[in-house]
T-cell receptor, first 113, second 115 residues
């Protein structure tokens, strides 16, 4: 059974700092991995998607990497801003007929102005 | 880009009544949609996979008679919480995959409160 874990569970940083969020998964047979952002009481906003054949993806100040063999992904946020404060979720898309998304435990990020 | 609309965003109902939540893909067809449940300060838990024109596939521990899923068209899936009880109060979110792109798109979620 696929299990996805995120470390740290919560993180507070001053504005402008670079930071790394970690995601690990137990079964490396994934189709791809997706990072999401969730604001309190809201739905999910997709940030980056990495296909299983890719090593990383970049969008603006965000960079996500994927190491399938070790079961790890990182989300790097450069020059953090207070508007980045949210819960960040990684999700792996398992193979098979249904292509289900299995979510990690989430990291609650607070960027202090 | 792919857009998923979910309604209602909030609903309060009395214990024992049923509540229907709609999930629509607005600019693409979705043969498969997913329903998640999220408790406060917890991650999303997959409840079931909704398949157009066939029965939904439920995750272990999810009562199919409690959470009725109907996926009658390629753009609409509904989740009905039957005979709701206070413990069913939660945040419910649907998602769908647009086959034109990789990845999944989520609805804005429904906050259900059963009193």
């Amino acid at each position: 059974k696929q299990e996805v874990t995120q470390i740290p569970a919560a993180l507070s940083v001053p504005e402008g700092e670079n930071l790394v969020l970690n995601c690990s998964f137990t079964d490396s047979a994934i189709y791809n991995l997706q990072w999401f952002r969730q604001d309190p009481g809201k739905g999910l906003t997709s940030l980056l998607l990495i296909q299983s054949s890719q090593r990383e993806q970049t969008s603006g100040r965000l960079n996500a990497s994927l190491d399938k063999s070790s079961g790890r992904s990182t989300l790097y946020i450069a020059a953090s801003q207070p508007g980045d404060s949210a819960t960040y979720l990684c999700a792996v898309i398992s193979g098979g007929a249904t292509n289900k998304l299995i979510f990690g435990t989430g990291t609650l990020l607070a960027v202090q102005p | 880009g792919a857009v998923v609309s979910q309604h209602p965003s909030r609903v309060i109902c009395k214990s024992g009544t049923s509540v229907k939540i709609e999930c629509r893909s607005l600019d693409f067809q979705a043969t498969t949609m997913f329903w998640y449940r999220q408790f406060p300060k917890q991650s999303l838990m997959l409840m079931a996979t909704s398949n157009e024109g066939s029965k939904a596939t439920y995750e272990q521990g999810v009562e199919k008679d409690k959470f009725l899923i109907n996926h009658a068209s390629l753009t609409l899936s509904t989740l009905t919480v039957t005979s709701a009880h206070p413990e069913d109060s939660s945040f419910y979110i649907c998602s769908a995959r647009d086959n034109r792109v990789y990845g999944y798109t989520f609805g804005s979620g429904t906050r259900l409160t059963v009193v």
